[in-house]
């Protein structure tokens, strides 16, 4: 499975932005996807998941109530939307895939980079 992040940009705190990931291979619709930030100089956050049948994990405290995910399977895209973006919201978002039986994220997007101007 290939991943692919887009629709990063600059957008004012209070905006909202929506961010697709899209894969390649038929089998993706079997696999969890999950979002993960990086914010400069700070470790990798982990910022939610969605299964294969559209349930989604708790996201982090951080993004609770104003970030979404979602999943196209007939589209191989999942999506990340994102409400009442803050400052503390920059950061270059990727999205991974794995297998419902694996533990480790195995297939990686190279992520798409997002800054909230305050």
């Known amino acids: 499975v290939q991943l692919q992040a887009y629709g990063g940009g600059l957008v004012q705190a209070g905006a909202s932005l929506r961010l697709s990931c899209a894969a390649s291979?038929?089998?993706?619709?079997?696999?969890?996807v999950g979002w993960f930030r990086q914010a400069p100089g700070k470790e990798r956050e982990f910022v939610g998941s969605?299964?294969?049948?559209?349930?989604?994990?708790p996201s982090a405290d951080s993004v609770k109530g104003r970030f979404t995910i979602s999943r196209d399977n007939a589209k191989n895209t999942v999506y990340l939307q994102m409400s009442s973006l803050k400052a503390e919201d920059t950061a270059v978002y990727y999205c991974?895939?794995?297998?419902?039986?694996?533990?480790?994220?195995?297939?990686w997007g190279q992520g798409t980079l997002v800054t909230v101007s305050s």
């Open positions: 291979g038929r089998a993706f619709s079997t696999y969890l």
């Open positions: 991974a895939a794995r297998g419902v039986a694996m533990t480790q994220y195995t297939f």
């Open positions: 969605i299964s294969r049948d559209g349930a989604t994990t």
